[in-house]
């Protein structure tokens, strides 16, 4: 899930600006650009859910158990020399970020949460304008258990 989370997201804003993101905090710090984006992880969420669904599909009826509900927070950050042009950047980014991803047929919710607007003393980056998104990818790690058929299923009644 942490994974195609962050690829949805950095591809996301790869699209948009047509420019390769950083994923590692230590090499954005170190990087000498102040046109830059970034998809930083912040934090993984794991909360303990026993909620089930009983589906079908063409191997027959199954039950899925939510073992966990997952939250993965990242940031997505964008810098640019002027605040009209990382505004730009976000709102097209915005538009293009989709609602959700299926990871292994479970569907993955992505939703902004906010944004943080910086300048280039509030920032570890040389961008002189920045804007520092969080993203919440809601998710859950899944046991899935099958149903017997009734024909192997043996019943003996007998007098106790």
């Not at 962050?6 to 650009?33: F, H, P, Q, W």
């Not at 509900?69 to 976000?90: H, S």
Request: charged share 35%.
């Amino acid at each position: 899930m942490f994974i195609k989370c962050r690829d949805a997201i950095k591809e996301c804003l790869e699209l948009v600006t047509g420019r390769k993101a950083y994923t590692s905090r230590k090499k954005l710090r170190m990087s000498n650009e102040s046109r830059v984006i970034a998809v930083l992880f912040e934090e993984d969420d794991l909360e303990k859910d026993g909620s089930k669904r009983i589906y079908t599909d063409a191997s027959g009826k199954h039950k899925r158990r939510q073992k966990y509900k997952r939250k993965l927070i990242f940031n997505a950050v964008i810098g640019e020399y002027t605040i009209t042009e990382v505004e730009k950047i976000y709102n097209k980014f915005l538009e293009n970020l989709p609602a959700g991803i299926y990871v292994d047929g479970n569907y993955v919710s992505i939703d902004p949460e906010g944004a943080d607007w910086l300048d280039d003393e509030d920032s570890i980056i040389k961008a002189k304008c920045a804007v520092q998104v969080k993203i919440v990818c809601d998710g859950g790690v899944y046991g899935d258990t099958d149903y017997k058929a009734v024909s192997d299923v043996k019943v003996t009644v007998g007098k106790g």
